[in-house]
């Protein structure tokens, strides 16, 4: 059985509905707010979305299309 990827979203603040993004992009604008990283991923490993002055973003699995994390 092969592990389930990742996938990261990202919601602006106009929008109700969540985009898919690359794991680059993603981290990019993650590290551009906040530092370090490692506590913030570890929140969003948990479930957790976590608010720039661009939107939100979130880890969600492949697979569980329209499920939270």
């Known amino acids: 059985m092969f592990p389930m990827l990742t996938q990261y979203e990202f919601k602006d603040s106009f929008s109700d509905e969540w985009q898919k993004v690359s794991e ?3 981290l990019k604008k993650l590290a551009d707010v906040f530092d370090p990283l490692t506590p913030l991923l570890a929140e969003m490993l948990q479930g957790k979305e976590i608010t720039t002055p661009e939107g ?3 880890m ?3 697979g ?3 499920k939270d994390y």
Do not use: H, M
């Open 24 to 26: 680059t992009l993603f």
């Open 56 to 58: 939100a973003y979130r």
């Open 60 to 62: 969600k699995k492949s």
């Open 64 to 66: 569980n299309e329209g």
